[in-house]
């Protein structure tokens, strides 16, 4: 399958099924996750080699150090040259919260990751926030992939062969509770029918009637955690599996939420862990502790609704951790659908 060159991202409005898994007060009995075997330090997950998950931006990929060893070549590409439409609802906001807060975090951040929302500004990263859902046919819901399975497929074609839209190029969609969905049937098979209409070499690419001239590049998404609730037939550690093994088959590049979910800055897997870092086989939040051990500006940077706007977590969250992780692991994305091929010196 050819790499598409444009990409869409979209996540469900708010629901009921978004709001976490398990909170900080759960009683649920712990669950023995801490498997030595299976679990990785930072170390190890430095020296791994990155080729089996070069197309899967996971909690390797979502830290600091390597955002800071991509080229700045590269970022200044995707931020100059890519245009995305995100449409996502609560859980979507990590990604959306995090890019809009980066640009205040160090020196040069201003520049190096500036970014607009829903407007396009010379030397800035075109980010289409919950636009997609105002292009779903009448009658249909396309807030995320979790609403209506197969409402974003429309929702995407009628996006895309609107004039207004021609520039676009990158487009994502985001899920609410991925837990029970039909991932492979619906989410892959129409992801796939995308790709073949709108990627590179599309069927709908070119100069002719009911054709656009840029193709577009999909980002693909896993599933949040659910807390104490990840592993089984249907659920969200099982179904992330199923996209991320389907991405790197066919060479697509997919943001792992999963992975960043149940995942500690050290690189352990917390089976039990819900969408803000509580794992009650951890004992608590990994992400709150470890961020409380850091200072804003050095460490992390503050989440925002909008750039330049007020300070927030993103949704479902009580700290800055998990929407920093993943917008990182989005702009590793970025760089690599820009040309980057991941390696550093």
Known sequence: MKMLSFLIITTLLPCISCTSGSDENSTSPAISTDKTSENKTSTENEEEDLTQTVFIADHQIAHEDVLRSIPETYINAARENFHIAYQHTSHGTHVSRGVYGLPDYKSGDENRFAVSRNKQVSGKLSFYDNTLKDYAD?????????????????????FLDNPENTHINVIMWSWCDIAGHDVSGNYLAGMTQLIAEYGEDGSKIGNQEGQ????????????????????????????????????????????????????DIAGNYWEDANDNGYSNSYGGNFYKDWQDMKDSGNGYWLNRLAPNGEVAFGEHNTQHITANRKAIAFWWILARMAGWDGKTE
């Open 138 to 158: 009448e009658g249909e819901i396309a807030t995320d992939l979790s609403a209506n399975e197969t409402g974003f497929i429309e929702a995407t074609r009628n």
């Open 212 to 263: 656009r001239a840029t193709p577009v590049h999909f980002i693909f998404m896993t599933g949040h955690a659910n807390g104490n609730d990840n592993i089984g037939t249907g659920k969200p550690g099982n179904q992330a599996e199923l996209i991320n093994n389907y991405c790197i088959e066919n060479k697509q590049f997919c943001l792992d939420y999963y992975s960043i979910d149940t995942h």
